[in-house]
């Protein structure tokens, strides 16, 4: 677009240093694991390429939601194996994934079919997964045993690990944790010859109570926390740091009466003579259109609230309190002065949709 000038100073700030800092936190948690950095949703909407850029020396291989975006990371001359967490949508997708090396998460009975019908000229390793109790993809606990029997006597096939996923890893005490571990140890017990293993997303890489495993045949899925979030309750030792800086800059201000209001709806009005300073960026940007009145931006060293609805290309904030604001200043959405998920908080939602949302319009800088 545009030969790459952007004249829009409203941004996306994406630090390499930051994500190869996250990247060692995580390296260093997964102990004697290996580590599947996951970079869907184009890195969680920092940039698919440039993300993989900056890990690769961090990660053992790469993971993503489907084969599109695995292509991408081929295309861009990436070699390392290449996970897909949904799989095969269709058969002829296999063929590709033998040619290029993209191993294809199996969760149901027609993918496996389609593996023991293939005919591929290279075998695809392949994830095998069970549902331990997330009950959005897997196979049941009991039919894991019999999929991997199945899975290993075909010739099609290179490797199998087997994997989960955690409903509530990100809460050190629910009840299903346990419960999720335990089944997946008994579905895995059934299998033999024994295989890889692959459980933990970031939260539960993070968290005490859930078990990594710590043999180098035990892969950790991390995404989220190479973004710089901790997702969990628990405090983090090691202090991550946010990979994007969201910015806008002032492009009005305007002084308005008490009794006054802003914006569509009239959703705000004024308690006191107020100051209004009108920032470049809406939810067409990916800034939450449902983002309530009183939602943090970090504006001058502060923090100010917003007011009134967010509209597709502007929001408003008031500066009232805030000293010498002038058009062009520019303010953070969020970034290193303001955790993302705290503004994820309090728009009532996670740091994982604020981030993957920013829109293609708004230009990415990498530093
Ligand atoms: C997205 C995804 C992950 C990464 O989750 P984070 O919480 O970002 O670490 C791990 N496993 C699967 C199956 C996923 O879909």
Same mark, same amino acid.
């Given at each position: ?34 580590? /599947? ?35 991408? /990371? ?184 008490? $009794? ?74 969020? $970034? ?32």
């Amino acid at each position: 677009m545009n030969n790459g000038i952007h004249f829009r100073p409203t941004r996306a700030d994406i630090s390499m240093a930051a994500l190869q800092h996250n990247a060692a936190i995580a390296r260093r948690h997964a102990n004697n694991c290996k580590l /599947l950095g996951v970079i869907k949703a184009d890195a969680y909407g920092h940039g698919a390429i440039e993300v993989a850029r900056a890990i690769q020396g961090s990660v053992d291989a790469f993971a993503v939601a489907f084969i599109d975006e695995a292509l991408t /990371l081929r295309q861009a001359g990436f070699t390392q194996p290449i996970v897909l967490l949904e799989g095969c949508f269709s058969e002829a997708e296999l063929p590709v994934c033998a040619h290029y090396n993209l191993q294809p998460v199996v969760h149901h009975q027609q993918q496996l079919d389609a593996i023991l019908q293939a005919r591929l000229v290279k075998p695809v390793a392949v994830w095998l997964k069970a549902d331990t109790g997330m009950h959005r993809l897997g196979f049941p606990p009991t039919q894991v045993a019999k999929a991997k029997q199945q899975l290993d006597a075909c010739k099609q096939v290179a490797s199998v690990t087997l994997m989960t996923h955690y409903a509530n890893a990100d809460k050190a005490h629910h009840q299903l944790n346990e419960l999720q571990q335990q089944r997946f140890t008994e579905a895995c017990a059934e299998t033999s010859p024994t295989a890889a293993l692959s459980s933990a997303n970031t939260a539960a890489l993070l968290s005490s109570a859930i078990d990594l495993g710590t043999e180098h045949n035990q892969w950790c899925r991390t995404g989220i926390l190479l973004y710089g979030v901790n997702p969990t309750e628990q405090a983090e030792t090691e202090t991550l740091q946010a990979a994007m800086r969201l910015t806008a800059p002032v492009m009005a201000i305007r002084d308005i009466e008490t $009794g006054a209001s802003v914006g569509y709806g009239s959703r705000w009005q004024a308690q006191r003579p107020s100051r209004i300073a009108t920032l470049a960026i809406g939810y067409a940007d990916g800034y939450p259109r449902h983002a309530p009145d009183g939602t943090p931006v970090w504006i001058q060293g502060q923090k100010a609230p917003l007011v009134g609805l967010v509209s597709m290309d502007m929001i408003t904030v008031d500066v009232t309190d805030c000293e010498r604001i002038e058009i062009g200043m520019e303010a953070e959405l969020w $970034g290193p002065n303001l955790p993302v998920s705290e503004v994820a908080k309090a728009v009532g939602t996670i740091s994982y949709e604020l981030l993957s949302r920013v829109s293609p319009r708004v230009p990415r800088h990498y530093k």
